[in-house]
């Protein structure tokens, strides 16, 4: 997984999850950063999914703990 997927797939997370709007521009500005900090949004992201998430999404979360943390 590149960068680019990376900021994508968190994108999509953020956009899919957080439902509160300064959260979510909060989020997707760290997205936006040069050196995503994808640990911290992923630990950020938690609380929003809750008994929520869907299985694909549960393995993209997957695959970004294993390329980036």
Request: no cysteine; net charge negative; charged share 25%.
């Amino acid at each position: 997984m590149t960068v680019d997927e990376l900021r994508v797939h968190l994108t999509h997370l953020i956009t899919t999850y957080v439902a509160d709007l300064a959260a979510r521009e909060r989020l997707l500005a760290y997205v936006a950063r040069e050196d995503v900090p994808a640990k911290g949004i992923l630990v950020d992201l938690h609380p929003y999914f809750s008994g929520r998430i869907t299985e694909a999404d549960g393995d993209l979360i997957k695959d970004i703990a294993y390329y980036f943390l």
